[in-house]
């Protein structure tokens, strides 16, 4: 399986407070990347080394099967990037915007461009610093995807922007990835819209990889189990236990990964019942999977 | 790319460099008007001292001028922390060429403003004996000038904040030594010797050092 982008011990560090450490990413190509993590945990600084914004301390990238930063220039003019803030010359009309980026770009698509235009229903003559937050959103991705990448890094693109903008940017986003197999590497604390579009999903926390796994393996592995007469001390287990704690009287409340049903057995072995299994939607899973790994020291 | 930077840059300048444009087409024409005597004989020394009170617009307009063209190529992405110029498919170096090639094509409207009023100027003035007109050679200068303020303003600018900080550190470490020294009576004059070599021969403000004036001996 060839990879958009891999990373392999990259370390960054800003200030005193906060450091990427030994981040290894794998996204595959064609697949949809969730990049999913709380507020300040490092999306948006892996982001900017990953496209040789930023000089790393150390480890290695290669994103389209070229390293960075040294290759930036060729990887640029097959990325599309929409930034988590915007990043368009605020006095330059959309028009002035659209053939700015065209300049560069030599694989523009203007008739796909003028398309966007219209069905983003944007006032080309109405300057960046006059558009709402909805129509600079629309703008960004628009100027991302006519340049036909093979590539989308995406910024936290929905962020702050209202339902129907939201619907109208993933809808032109999922249509170009249907069409051109393209990569898709999304940051977002917005779990649930990940859910629904990404088919792999990285966790970070605290500039560290929690988790990279399958989407459909992280929706469906995490589980809260209701385990009564439980030994405090439990060995090896057959899946990743992420979080215990006691609820009621002899039972536990447990939160594992990798769950599947013949694990039943295993509370037998121990001398513990399994009283019940709940699935965790998305979001509580990475709750909880952030919950362990906080309590576990952030590694 | 190239017609792309230069639109860009001269959207945030044109007001700006339509106002110099004026008042650089003016300066001369102003300044030669004054000095002379309508249809009478102009006198040469008259002239030149009249010429003499208006020469410091000259080097002081061109410092302006590369200021505000260097400043403004980069204010813009400064405020986008330069995200937007950092994602386009190009070396860093070609985009600050391109940057740089631009402010130095815009910077070229009020010269030629500036030689235009110069000639107009100079063309319309009774040159008294023993003096000459040189407006080209002022529009020459003025252009180096202009550029040479440019330049450095612009690699300031590039450098960004850190380079900022270090300049004012500079600065701030010479105002101190000199302010000991005065009180100490150590007659180092720093700042008096980093003005010469400024201005000196081999200084980068030597352009700057001149006599600014359309009509001179």
């Known amino acids: ?299 | 790319m190239f017609r792309a930077v230069l639109y860009t840059q001269w959207k945030w300048t044109r007001a700006a460099l339509l106002v110099a444009s004026i008042a650089l087409f003016a300066l001369p024409v102003t300044s030669v008007r004054q000095a002379g005597h309508g249809d009478q004989e102009w006198e040469a020394a008259e002239v030149l001292l009249s010429l003499s009170a208006w020469a410091p617009l000259y080097p002081i307009t061109a410092a302006l001028l590369g200021t505000l063209v260097a400043f403004v190529a980069w204010s813009v992405d400064h405020q986008g922390e330069h995200v937007y110029a950092l994602s386009l498919p190009v070396p860093r170096w070609h985009f600050v060429l391109l940057r740089w090639s631009a402010g130095g094509v815009l910077l070229l409207l009020p010269v030629v403003a500036l030689w235009i009023g110069l000639l107009l100027a100079t063309a319309t003035a009774q040159v008294p004996t023993g003096l000459s007109a040189y407006p080209n050679a002022l529009t020459l200068r003025y252009l180096l000038a202009t550029f040479v303020s440019y330049a450095l303003l612009f690699v300031v600018g590039q450098g960004g904040k850190r380079l900022v900080g270090y300049l004012l550190v500079a600065v701030g470490a010479v105002i101190v030594v000199s302010v000991f020294d005065a009180i100490m009576g150590l007659g180092l004059g720093p700042a008096n010797r980093i003005g010469a070599w400024l201005i000196g021969p081999l200084g980068p403000l030597r352009v700057f050092d001149a006599r600014w004036l359309p009509i001179d001996v």
């Open chain 1, 1 to 299: 399986m060839s990879k958009a982008i891999e990373t392999r011990g990259l370390a960054y560090r800003a200030g005193k407070s906060f450091e990427l450490r030994e981040l290894d990413l794998n996204v595959p190509a064609g697949s949809m990347y969730g990049f999913l993590g709380p507020n300040g945990s490092g999306k948006t600084t892996t982001i900017r080394l990953l496209l040789g914004f930023l000089k790393a301390r150390a480890g290695r990238i290669a994103i389209l099967g070229r390293p960075m930063p040294r290759g930036a220039p060729a990887v640029l003019a097959r990325t599309g990037y929409v930034p988590e803030r915007p990043h368009l010359y605020p006095s330059l009309t959309v028009d002035e915007v659209l053939r700015f980026h065209a300049a560069f770009h030599h694989e523009w698509d203007r008739a796909w461009a003028d398309e966007l235009v219209a069905a983003f229903r944007l006032d080309r003559e109405r300057p960046v610093r006059r558009l709402s937050k909805g129509e600079i959103g629309k703008l960004m991705m628009l100027v991302a995807l006519a340049q036909r990448p093979e590539l989308l890094v995406l910024d936290e693109p929905t962020d702050g922007l209202d339902p129907v903008v939201r619907r109208d940017v993933l809808t032109a986003l999922l249509e170009y990835v249907s069409q051109h197999h393209a990569t898709v590497f999304v940051s977002s604390h917005l779990v649930h819209e990940l859910e629904r579009i990404c088919d792999w999903v990285g966790v970070l926390d605290r500039g560290r990889l929690v988790a990279e796994l399958p989407m459909q393996s992280f929706k469906s592995g995490i589980k809260r189990l209701r385990v009564a007469h439980a030994p405090s001390l439990l060995g090896d287990t057959p899946f990743v236990l992420l979080g215990r704690e006691p609820i009621e009287g002899a039972s536990e409340m447990w939160i594992v990964r990798g769950w599947q049903p013949p694990m039943v057995q295993y509370f037998e072995g121990i001398g513990a019942t399994l009283r019940d299994v709940v699935d965790l939607d998305l979001e509580e899973g990475f709750v909880e999977l952030l919950r362990s790994f906080r309590d576990a020291g952030g590694a």
